[in-house]
């Protein structure tokens, strides 16, 4: 008797059509993403052919190294936009941050209006090598502000990988979570991939997102998704659940 194992499916097939992506770097020269308008446009193509069609790009807020104002971004977005026309294409950005959790950005959180990705969404992310201090104290003070915090790549914060139990005091403390999409295909390495199934499984992620930063991000689109069952409709839904920032 001959046995076939089920096709593998891949990344690229589970994207849906007119997929919204809340996380990437394709504003060109501003931070460790797209380089120039050119590679932007070339990363934007790609993209679309995968299924995506809107782009709320977030480049980095991360003082010391990529020291982006809101103005410094809002002319970027301009300057893309005009190129884009000139293109003739048709411009599927809204440009919005990716914060730096830290104390300067508890500073600019009681200054300066912050960019959002929707209405009162805004993206945050962590030190890959400890969380800060005052954690709590910065998430309350983000939800003060009239701001509901979405975490980006919470899989991706090794320092939690062993204390899954702080993933549940995040959550309770008002913290939404963005998945990056690559995570489940083992992109990032096999404990960044077990911790994405768990997020999923425990179903604790409400967003996803390219995080695209280079053409390697995308060709591995290419790769098959290594999700259990229950795991997989918990991925699809968060796909689904991206329709939320849908730009106008």
Do not use: W
Not at 211 to 235: C, G, N, P, W
């Amino acid at each position: 008797m001959l046995f076939f194992k089920k096709p593998k499916i891949t990344l690229a097939e589970l994207i849906p059509d007119n997929y919204v992506d809340i996380h990437s770097h394709l504003l060109p020269g501003i931070d460790d993403g797209a380089t120039d308008e050119n590679h932007s446009l070339l990363l934007v193509n790609r993209l679309r052919e995968l299924g995506f069609s809107q782009f709320i790009t977030t480049p980095h807020v991360l003082p010391g190294v990529y020291n982006n104002t809101t103005e410094d971004i809002k002319d970027k977005e301009k300057l893309i936009a005009s190129f884009y026309k000139d293109q003739g294409v048709l411009n599927p950005f809204s440009a919005a941050a990716e914060y730096l959790m830290d104390n300067v950005f508890l500073d600019r959180l009681a200054t300066d209006p912050l960019l959002t990705l929707k209405d009162n969404h805004v993206l945050v992310e962590m030190s890959y090598i400890n969380p800060p201090l005052q954690l709590k104290e910065i998430i309350f003070e983000i939800q003060m502000q009239g701001y509901k915090p979405v975490l980006a790549h919470p899989e991706r914060y090794l320092f939690y990988h062993k204390a899954f139990d702080e993933y549940q005091k995040l959550k309770k403390a008002g913290c939404l979570f963005q998945l990056n999409l690559l995570s489940v295909t083992g992109y990032y390495g096999k404990a960044v991939l077990e911790i994405a199934k768990k997020l999923l499984d425990k179903n604790l992620i409400d967003f996803t997102g390219s995080d695209t930063h280079h053409e390697r991000h995308i060709e591995f689109y290419k790769q098959s998704v290594r999700l259990k069952e229950t795991e997989m409709i918990a991925f699809k839904n968060a796909l689904q659940k991206n329709a939320l920032f849908k730009l106008k």
